[in-house]
């Protein structure tokens, strides 16, 4: 083979981390024809599922911790997302000289097909998914996923390919070398996950990456209305496809009293799409700029817009009781996310937030929870730092959990509030991750609807 950048065979990789992109990034290495190593920090006991499948492929592994010395005879080492780029192996294998690679960058050296990459803050879920649905309605081969769903090196079929459409995370790209996509989307970048990047230049830095190796024949598709975002595209090599609602003169795309109108054409009344809110809006926005690039019919564009539905824990609606309803939004992990939410309604709020924050403040929080909030019930480890933050302006009680806390808004909501879980926090206090919060969540509340129990 050998007609792509490092596809060279032979070589010591040392891959970081059990995930499953990890495995993904093992799996694809060995098929390659590379010597694979596979070292993970945690005990045997925790990654039984990983070791059985590194037993079938027979690939070697370590667990417990990284020896150095099998790390350091490598001529790579491919980092998993989550792991931090301070750890000690990181930085002796870095004094060494021996390149450190993400998955997505290993991804790209098998992949012939363009790549749609799609980073921001929030939104990157929603706008990849949505993307996929579009371009599945011209091509056959199109895989999506990366940061969501399936790792990029699991695609079964890579080189055959119409197209990848990958979410992309700010940690995938701190290890990027040569990984370029054709179209770069970027959405948003607000403060978030500053514990792992430092500063918040640190992570606009990683966001920034996914341009870098971009040239004159591809495309970045950005918010226009979002002051970081623009810094950040300023000295873009790719060609410059801006949307955004505020400054309209030089966008192909843009909104005119609720009609989405391209080149003046109109494509849709987004009133006919179930994906409520501006904030969608800007999602759908840098979707169907993908959509005609690629050259997908506006037929097709306007039926899957048309049904296409909110992703789980997104404000996804769960059921009334007694005229009061209830949205899961337990994906919401920063403020932007729930200033998004609260945007959404136009009805009295009674919010569910709280669990670990990543942000240093919610002062910036109050006016929209004057505006909107009836009463906040706080949870979790950062409650009572919200609380301070958020008192002077709206009513706000501290609960210990998310249960007690949703008692207490049962309580106090009436017909025609709204009970919305948007934590605006990690949830790794008490959940295992974002999606065991919004399931607990759900399954309180259907219980009380289906007991029909108001207080
Ligand atoms: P990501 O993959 O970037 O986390 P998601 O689509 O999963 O994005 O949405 C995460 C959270 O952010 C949800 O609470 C969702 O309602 C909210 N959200 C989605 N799109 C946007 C946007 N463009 N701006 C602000 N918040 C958004």
């Known amino acids: 083979m050998g007609f792509f950048y490092k596809e060279d065979m032979n070589r010591r990789i040392f891959v970081l981390g059990m995930g499953s992109s990890g495995l993904a990034a093992a799996k694809k290495m060995k098929e390659m024809g590379n010597d694979v190593f596979v070292s993970e920090a945690e005990p045997e006991n925790n990654v039984q599922s990983a070791i059985q499948q590194l037993l079938t492929l027979n690939i070697p592994f370590e667990t417990g911790g990284h020896d150095e010395q099998i790390a350091g005879q490598c001529d790579m080492i491919v980092k998993s997302p989550g792991i931090p780029q301070n750890i000690p192996l990181l930085l002796n294998m870095r004094q060494k000289g021996i390149p450190i690679y993400s998955e997505i960058e290993v991804g790209s050296w098998y992949c012939r097909a363009p790549i749609i990459g799609i980073t921001g803050t929030n939104g990157k879920s929603t706008t990849t998914t949505l993307v996929g649905e579009l371009l599945k309605r011209k091509f056959a081969g199109v895989f999506v996923g990366g940061n969501l769903g399936i790792p990029f090196t699991a695609c079964p079929d890579m080189p055959d390919q119409d197209v990848f459409v990958l979410e992309i995370s700010s940690y995938q790209l701190e290890n990027i070398e040569k990984f370029k996509p054709r179209v770069a989307v970027i959405l948003n970048i ?84 179930p994906l409520a809110g501006l904030h969608n809006h800007y999602n759908i926005m840098a979707a169907v700029l993908c959509a005609l690039y690629f050259d997908v019919a506006v037929q097709n564009i306007q039926s899957v817009l048309q049904s296409f539905q909110t992703l789980e824990h997104r404000i996804e609606y769960i059921g009334d009781l007694n005229g009061v309803q209830f949205y899961n939004d337990s994906k919401a992990t920063n403020s932007a996310s729930t200033i998004a939410a609260l945007d959404r309604f136009e009805k009295p709020v009674v919010l569910l937030a709280g669990g670990m924050a990543k942000e240093d403040s919610f002062i910036h929080m109050r006016k929209l929870m004057r505006q909107k909030v009836k009463k906040v019930m706080l949870f979790g480890s950062s409650g009572k730092k919200i609380m301070s933050d958020l008192s002077p302006a709206v009513n706000v009680e501290l609960y210990s959990t998310m249960k007690e806390a949703l008692q207490a808004a049962i309580k106090i909501a009436e017909t025609g509030d709204v009970i919305l879980l948007s934590p605006m926090c990690a949830s790794h206090d008490q959940f295992d991750n974002y999606i065991q919060r919004g399931i607990i969540f759900k399954q309180l509340v259907q219980n009380y609807i289906r007991q029909g129990k108001v207080r």
Do not use: C, S, W
């Open 190 to 273: 607000t403060p978030d996950h500053l514990n792992r990047h430092g500063t918040m230049d640190r992570y606009i830095a990683a966001k920034k990456r996914l341009l870098e190796n971009q040239t004159a024949q591809d495309i970045v598709i950005y918010n226009n209305d979002d002051p970081l975002v623009v810094e950040i595209t300023r000295d873009a090599k790719a060609h410059k496809v801006p949307f955004g609602l505020q400054n309209t003169n030089h966008v192909d795309l843009l909104i005119q009293d609720g009609i989405l109108l391209h080149q003046k054409n109109k494509i849709i009344d987004l009133a006919q799409t």
